[in-house]
């Protein structure tokens, strides 16, 4: 097996044109690893095949193929691409079509034309890997992918001697530090035009852990979900974890296995007219929300919210009848939005017209012919009941939930066709939505109105940076009961805190399984791993904050805190204008002040002194160029290498001392190039 140093000795002894375009093809490789996931896999399989065969060529210094084996390769990828998206249009199938490009292209890679291109390209498809992801590792994968391109890029403008990458890969950084306040003031000033500014919607659906609908018992196992839903900032003191219930969809249509909303998920069959009669009391809860692309038009807020969400201004949101704020369309971007709640609430008791409430039969049907023996089980509770009292029936199934040998698990199994009868009278255990569902099922058997909330409850903080992090599936996403009692109206019932009291206000938080690294951190120090967790989410919420929800309005928001009274886009073009001129008259003035400062001879010769030091080679501080000649030509070096340094030398003093007349002295530009072109001796 070759080992680490010997395969370091093979590299540097192969010829620069195949150390160059292995360093290529790696940084090619880096760029669409992250592509990988989103690709299909003829395509994964098809970029790094290609770009390992350029690799044994480059090693084994053989002949590039001929047209028609790269004609074949990509009359196939079309083939592929037409397979895999039925068309070759659009984000999927363009993206599929630019990494094989590329790919295709390192096997043309024979003069420096072809590997602009091959630039180019790599820079295009390192963009396309922010339509998946916007996250801040993927940022910092490529900007390695960025740094990486530009070192090549460099690397290949200095095509005379031997130049190390080391150096290429300082230069490169160099460039892209004097390139960063540029960077930063388009960043904050160019004016973002919503909603054509950001990333293409697709590129978030379907990450939260709500759906409209709930068919209960056809999971066997839940897989815990550690993906963030929402983060919440609260202003002041937070209150307690029982009382955060961020309401989702409400279900409230049975038939048997499946729970649906009334009126499906779209803004207008959901945005019904709001409740009428809903009544806050107590102090308000304040705070802040950065909710995670969903692809659903949901805004999860705690429950209640009577006023609409502090939006951004392209958004409007309404209120539904069930207290549910909604979007006018799916939040497919990062949102960050401000709302007030009020934990003491009541509302339902009224109907629509403000009369006493009497339409409450959708709350009360069961599908014929299910869970039989749960719908006896609901008329022996009411039977008991004092005056069939409906709270009192409330009370009866918690009691028997809390006393009779409930649990709560993530592995129920599949259920058969009557769910609620085998949770009650057979397995006795569930997670949050068996629970729910079944409760709801025996409230309607006893003729009480009810229906099922599902959100999000509970969350945790991080102690970084103070944010409450609340997280998809069960480890946060949760489903619990509304029951309609008269004079008080809909009240909310959690039976799942009757089964298992720590899963409601998050003193038994549920986890996934540790990987093996962490799992191994975990033992190492049990408290590292959670700190290390904490650390990387805060970090990713200030990305989120200050980068991804970098807004119109936050823009408008800094413009104003510059004085503008009533900022607009033009006034962001104006102050951005502006400062890249200051830049550009702050540069110049710098470059003839430092070429009036310092002689722009005697840098080149002291640049020179380097290098023939870092050789081996003692360069005094005041030896002029005839003496450092005279040195060089002791070194004993190889004459390939010492005649072309000591006629640069001897130039360069012919440059600073020989007289007018004499003519045919190089100019400064000259021995500048070719001070970049010739190959300085290394020390042993």
């Known amino acids: 097996m070759l080992s680490l140093p010997s395969a370091r000795g093979r590299l540097a002894h192969l010829p620069r044109e195949a150390r160059d375009t292995l360093f290529l093809l790696a940084v090619i490789g880096w760029v669409l690893l992250p592509q990988v996931a989103h690709l299909p896999a003829w395509c994964s399989l098809l970029a790094f095949g290609v770009l390992f065969w350029r690799g044994v060529l480059a090693v084994r210094g053989r002949p590039l193929p001929g047209r028609w084996w790269l004609v074949a390769l990509l009359l196939a990828a079309l083939a592929a691409t037409w397979a895999s998206h039925r068309t070759l249009l659009g984000r999927e199938a363009g993206v599929t079509l630019v990494v094989i490009l590329l790919a295709l292209k390192t096997l043309e890679l024979r003069a420096r034309r072809d590997a602009l291109v091959v630039f180019f390209l790599g820079f295009f498809t390192m963009l396309t890997s922010f339509f998946h992801s916007q996250s801040l590792a993927t940022a910092a994968a490529m900007l390695v992918g960025l ?19 080391r150096e290429s890969a300082w230069l490169a950084g160099r460039m892209a530090l004097a390139g ?47 993906g963030i839903a929402l983060r919440v900032r609260f202003d002041g003191t937070p209150p307690p974890r029982s009382q955060l219930y961020f309401r989702g969809p409400v279900l409230s249509r049975f038939d048997g296995r499946e729970w649906t909303a009334r009126g499906g998920d779209g803004f207008e069959a959901m945005a019904g007219p709001p409740p009428g009669d809903l009544r806050v009391a107590g102090e308000p809860l304040r705070y802040e929300v950065t909710l995670e692309p969903s692809g659903r038009p949901w805004l999860l807020a705690i429950d209640a919210a009577p006023r609409p969400p ?33 934990p003491a609430f009541s509302y339902g008791q009224a109907g629509r017209d403000g009369r006493p409430r009497r339409d409450l039969g959708a709350w009360l049907q069961l599908p014929p012919d299910f869970n039989p023996r ?19 029936i409330v009370q009866a199934a918690l009691r028997r939930l809390a006393q009779g040998g409930y649990a709560y698990t993530l592995e129920p199994g599949v259920a058969g066709r009557h769910t609620a009868d085998e949770f009650w009278l057979d397995a006795k255990a569930g997670f949050c939505e068996h629970i729910a569902s079944a409760f709801v099922v025996l409230m309607r058997g006893a003729g009480v109105p009810a229906r099922i909330v599902t959100g999000f409850q509970g969350g945790e903080m991080n102690g970084v940076d103070g944010y409450w992090t609340v997280r998809n599936a069960d480890a946060d996403a949760h489903a619990w009961a509304e029951v309609w009692l008269a004079g ?23 986890r996934a399984p540790p990987g093996l690294v962490a799992g191994a951190l975990g033992t190492f120090s049990p408290t590292l791993l959670a700190r290390l967790r904490a650390t990387w989410e805060a970090a990713n919420n200030g990305w989120n904050q200050w980068v991804l929800n970098y807004t119109q309005s936050r823009q408008f928001d800094l413009l104003r805190g510059l004085g503008f009274a009533q900022p607009s886009w033009e006034d962001l073009g104006k102050v951005l204008a502006g400062l890249l001129a200051a830049a550009a008259l702050g540069g110049a003035a710098w470059a003839r002040w430092d070429s009036a400062r310092h002689d722009p001879w005697l840098r080149l010769l002291q640049r020179a002194r380097q290098r023939l030091r870092q050789a081996g080679i003692d360069a005094p501080p005041h030896a002029p160029p005839r003496e450092l000649m005279r040195r060089v030509a002791a070194s004993g070096m190889p004459a390939a290498l010492r005649q072309p340094l000591a006629d640069w030398l001897l130039a360069l003093e012919r440059q600073r001392y020989a007289p007018p007349a004499a003519g045919g002295a190089a100019t400064l530009a000259t021995l500048r190039r070719d001070f970049h072109q010739l190959q300085w001796p290394r020390a042993a």
Not at 153 to 158: E, T
């Open 310 to 342: 502090e939006l951004p201004e392209r958004w409007r949101a309404r209120l539904t009848g069930d207290l549910q704020w909604v979007s006018a369309h799916p939040v497919t971007e990062l949102l960050r939005y401000r709302a007030e709640s009020y």
């Open 147 to 165: 740094l990486g391109l530009l070192t090549a890029l460099v690397n290949a403008h200095r095509p005379v001697g031997q130049p190390s990458l």
């Open 180 to 226: 960063a306040p540029v960077m930063v003031a388009l960043f904050v000033f160019f004016p973002r035009f919503a909603p054509l500014w950001g990333m293409p919607s697709d590129a978030f659906t379907g990450r939260s852990g709500l759906s409209s609908t709930l068919r209960v018992g056809s999971v066997a196992e839940l897989a815990l979900d550690e």
């Open 374 to 392: 749960t719908q006896a089980l609901a008329r022996q509770l009411r039977a008991q009941a004092p005056d069939e009292d409906p709270e009192a």
């Open 488 to 510: 008080r109206g809909w009240v909310r019932v959690d039976p799942t805190g009757a089964v298992m009291p720590g899963r409601i206000g998050q003193f038994q938080r549920l």
